[in-house]
């Protein structure tokens, strides 16, 4: 049976609102993360231009 993380750090999306946890292939640029999918990443980028 997998462990819970209880103890991840948490964002919010930039364009959806949603709320995701870190995640591993994160680590080196977590500060720089705000979107929680390349989904958000796209459609917030659609909506610049």
């Known amino acids: 049976m997998p462990h819970a993380k209880p ?3 948490t964002k919010s ?3 959806c609102g949603r ?3 870190w ?3 994160w680590q ?3 500060e720089q993360v705000r979107y929680c ?3 958000c990443r796209n459609a917030a980028k659609a909506e610049r231009r």
Do not use: T
Request: hydrophobic share 30%.
């Open 37 to 39: 999918s390349e989904r």
């Open 28 to 30: 080196r640029c977590w």
């Open 13 to 15: 999306c930039a364009h």
């Open 7 to 9: 103890n991840l750090p």
């Open 23 to 25: 995640r591993k292939k």
């Open 19 to 21: 709320d995701f946890a």
